[in-house]
């Protein structure tokens, strides 16, 4: 359907077209929130937040890219989180296995379709991206999440992050600096198949 | 990053890496990077770490994040006819309250002597007593002309009979109630008073208004359609709502 004819419906208070709208975005918002918060639950409430938050705001909405303001509400709504364990840190509580063991990676969450390898590469990758995103600020983290994992272009960014086009470029570099530099040490451990695609790139 | 390397070079490869640079500024860089190792190196980094983010795996969704309407506070509208109904019943209980206060309160704002009506019919007659000496007695020591005490003051019967009587009338039962009163009435018994009881005339109201005052309903039919108003209008404002509830339930 329509996503102009969605929003418009949205505006009016139909919960049934917004409900369309958050099918499409869900992941990629899901996904961003996971990447800045790093932790899957606090994601999953930050993008039902976010989501809540986009609902009732959506009067304001003046056109443009509605991904974009999906994504500024997401993002907002991480900034809040992350504020709110700044001042009350906790401690997560991790999913246990049958032995009483804590594990990172529980059986529910397991893709049955790909290979044991495929699954500790994917792994492997995923801890070391994360690892390093971590490690930036949550500015300069949003920024390099929004313009090189959710794939958003310079003006979609600025849009999203509230911030002027020059400002975005200066973050988006500094991140990617210090991301590099950071992967560096990873760069064994990186799955074989990435290696070899990037060095025949070269 | 060395001194001809600089942040701005490597913003202008961060740039360049997502085609966003001018064409002329673009040319200039391809030119330096041609030349220059180091850059030429700080940018294949650059693009593999870039490379790397784009392939950074998707989460699968834990859950579906769409909304149902108690997430975001929604209500089901409320017809016009609701809060009309529900201010109809709320302006009657209002107005019956007010009439019932005012019906019982009337009679004794506007006849401040026979404020004791009341108690007078409570009370069997004013005196609690079976004995009309004892009730003689208490209310000559409260009648402000002293009688019985040999007063040369002693009232004529005529002024006995403009007397307001309900004051001694309520001083009387009020004293009853005490103990001390009680015992008054036992140790000083007042032989003037029994005498001149018998002189006082026997005051009694007028057959119409004691007819009246008898045959008064609870609710007269103002205060009864009242009644009815409040409860009708309150039950269809409350039956209103349930049935739009139910249907917005099932539209949901």
Known sequence: MDEQFLILSAQKGDLDS?????????????????RIMGDEELAADATQDAFISAFRNIGTFRGGSFKSWLLRTVTNACYDELRRQKRRPTTPLEPVTSEDEETESPNWLADPDISPEQKFEQSELEHAIQHCLDGLSPDYRSVVILADIQGLDYSEVSTSLRKPLGTIKSRLARARLRLRECLQDFWELLPIAFRLENESNQ | MTQQTSFRDIKKLSTYLDKQLSRTEQTRLENRLAEESELQEIYQDLRQARALLQKTPRKPLPRNFTLTPKMVGMRPPVPRSVPIFRLASITAAVLLFLSYTFNYLAPIASAPGLAAAPFLSQSGGGCGSENP????????????????????????????????????????????????????????????????????????????????????????????????????????????????????????
């Open chain 2, 133 to 252: 000496a004892d009730c003689g007695d208490v209310a000559m020591e409260s009648v402000p002309f002293g009688i019985g005490g040999g007063s040369p003051e002693t009232p004529t019967p005529e002024q006995l009979t403009a007397m307001p009587i309900a004051p001694s009338i309520m001083v009387t039962s009020t004293l009853e109630s005490t103990p001390e009163a009680g015992m008054r009435t036992m140790q000083q018994p007042s032989p003037a008073a029994n005498t001149i009881s018998p002189d006082l005339p026997t005051i009694e109201p007028p057959p119409s208004e004691k007819s009246s005052s008898q045959a008064k309903p609870f609710l007269n039919s103002f205060q009864i359609g009242l009644v009815l108003m409040t409860i009708i209008s309150g039950f269809i404002a409350i039956l209103i709502r349930q049935i739009i509830i139910q249907r917005w339930r099932k539209r949901l």
């Open chain 1, 18 to 34: 917004f409900n369309d709208l958050v099918l499409v975005y869900q992941e990629s918002l899901y996904n961003t929130a996971f």
